[in-house]
């Protein structure tokens, strides 16, 4: 059981601190640097954490942590509370349904789905990550938190997916602005390929954003035209998901 707890504390340190290299988790828990960089590359090989991709000597959580808050998520007020508002949504439009969350500034985070009836759609498993710059429902996060995190955020790199992603800072500053004032995020193939969505946040009282709602669908089905319609949609579900959980 003790390395069972040693395994849990370095999770929850690299949750804490990361990117972390194994020199700096050594000097925090004053342990050999081969029990750490064991320990390391057990949780690496179950899923648990992975090497950062830009620098592979440090870590950061893996996506099998990102999977398990989903689950914990079910008997939640927001899953009980967007459950049927999604429902309502797919059946309106006949398009794949997700809800996501953000782990910071991280990645969003699949935590529900309702898929639609057509044989050809996108699909989300839950558990799914997706950067916030590229995607509908990031950006739909991002156009309602603090200035300073969006600055953070473009510090950090916008890496782009696709030649349509927002990669430039101004380009995308300027689309969050567009964002508060329509609101909802359109996103046309800028981070996976033939996969369109509208994106509107679930807000809580004091207006910050705890999760995003969206209509995905391939780029085939997309139609520019009657992207102000399901805008209105999205944003109008994602609105009843937030008076739900204020009254709930």
């Given at each position: 059981m003790k390395s069972v707890t040693r395994s849990l504390r370095i999770l929850e340190a690299v949750a804490q601190h990361q990117p972390v290299t194994v020199g700096e988790l050594t000097k925090l828990f004053g342990l050999p640097k081969s029990t750490v960089q064991r320990t390391l590359v057990t949780l690496a090989e179950a899923g648990w954490l992975r090497a950062n991709r830009r620098d592979t000597t440090r870590w950061e959580i893996g996506a099998?942590?990102?999977?398990?808050?989903?689950?914990?998520?079910?008997g939640s007020s927001l899953f009980a509370a967007a459950r049927e508002p999604?429902?309502?949504?797919?059946?309106a439009v006949n398009e794949t349904i997700h809800l996501s969350v953000p782990d910071a500034l991280q990645c969003m985070v699949v935590v529900d789905r309702v898929d639609c009836d057509h044989a050809v759609r996108t699909f989300h498993t839950i558990g799914d990550t997706s950067p916030l710059h590229a995607t509908a429902v990031g950006r739909a996060i991002l156009a309602h938190l603090p200035k300073q995190d969006v600055e953070e955020l473009v510090a950090q790199g916008l890496e782009r997916f696709s030649d349509t992603t927002p990669a430039d800072p101004d380009e995308l500053r300027a689309?969050?602005?567009r964002i508060r004032t329509e609101g909802y995020a359109i996103n046309t193939n800028q981070y996976r390929p033939g996969v369109?969505?509208?994106?509107?946040?679930v807000l809580d009282e004091s207006g910050t954003p705890l999760a995003a709602v969206a209509i995905s669908m391939p780029d085939s089905r997309y139609d520019a035209d009657r992207a102000p319609e399901w805008g209105r949609l999205v944003a109008g579900t994602a609105a009843e998901i937030t008076g739900r959980l204020a009254g709930a």
């Open positions: 099998r942590v990102l999977a398990v808050r989903p689950a914990a998520l079910q999604m429902i309502r949504l797919r059946d689309e969050l602005d369109c969505a509208l994106g509107a946040p």
